[in-house]
């Protein structure tokens, strides 16, 4: 009876070491699990994740709008640096923070440039710390663009320098070179969340091949948008037309 009762009780110990109802944010879990994270989390490069609660308290993830839109998702505490299955909470979709498009140059010059950011699961926040960094062609040292403080991305997040003619949700001072160079998004601890080099950069942003450098007015973009292979020139083409800020085309 006493053996009984051990292996009962050892039963009901370990069923609940796998419980996620213990989960935090932080808290390992595996995406094919149902559920694989507490209410309120999910489960992001095999970490839980906040979600936040939409406006009725639910958890709206089907993208649709009103008290049924998905909550932005929570990065902070999570390390996204190389993270390749990176899954949306019901397991259908690669979630991740990507650079999407860039423009070194435009009809209003030199300085005329844009970086996109883009959140392949939609709403979602730049955790505080976290750095859009940009390299020469051959550089080994950063030139901070800039520090996020927890700003909400809305799917699209231009990042435009003070001269960029259109509109951007933040400036920076610094300009890219138009023939080459690499620009990064770091995390709060410094390791490579995406990255991609162009034209003739050969530094440690340049992802197997760099993409092409783009004409002035042009820009490099992902299509579809979010499309990672590893590979920048393979993921990134010449747009003739910029999108800032909206689907690539």
């Known amino acids: 009876m006493t053996s009984i009762r051990l292996l ?4 009901l110990a370990l069923a609940g070491c796998y419980s996620p109802r213990f989960g935090s944010p932080g808290f390992y879990c595996h995406a094919e699990d149902n559920p694989a994270c507490p209410p309120g989390q999910g489960c992001l490069a095999g970490r839980c994740v906040n979600l936040g609660q939409t ?13 049924d839109a998905a909550p932005p998702l929570d990065f ?13 909470p019901d397991g259908s979709t690669v979630c991740a923070l990507r650079i999407n498009e860039l423009q070194t140059a435009g009809s209003g010059g030199a300085s005329d440039e844009f970086i996109e950011l883009f959140s392949t ?14 390299r020469s062609a ?9 520090t996020f403080t927890g700003q909400s991305i809305s799917s699209f997040f231009v990042c435009g320098q003070t001269s960029f ?7 920076y ?20 969340v995406d990255s991609v080099g162009y034209g003739s950069a050969t530094n ?11 004409a002035s007015a042009q820009s490099i973009k992902r299509l579809p948008d979010g499309h990672d292979s590893g590979n920048n020139a393979t993921d990134f083409t010449i747009a003739a037309t910029p999108t800032p800020g909206a689907a690539n085309q």
């Open 121 to 134: 699961c939609g709403a979602a926040t730049l955790p505080n710390g976290y750095e859009l960094v940009y």
């Open 173 to 192: 001072s610094a300009s890219m070179a138009a023939t080459g160079g690499g620009v990064a998004l770091l995390d709060a601890a410094g390791a490579v």
């Open 165 to 171: 003619s259109g509109t951007a949700d933040v400036r």
């Open 138 to 146: 051959s550089g080994t040292s950063d030139v901070v663009l800039v």
């Open 76 to 88: 902070s505490g999570v390390d996204l640096a190389g993270a390749d299955l990176k899954t949306s």
């Open 8 to 11: 009962v009780g050892l039963s």
């Open 55 to 67: 406006p009725d308290g639910g958890h709206g993830l089907d993208g649709s709008t009103g008290n």
């Open 204 to 214: 440690a942003f340049v992802r197997t091949t760099a993409a092409p450098a783009p």
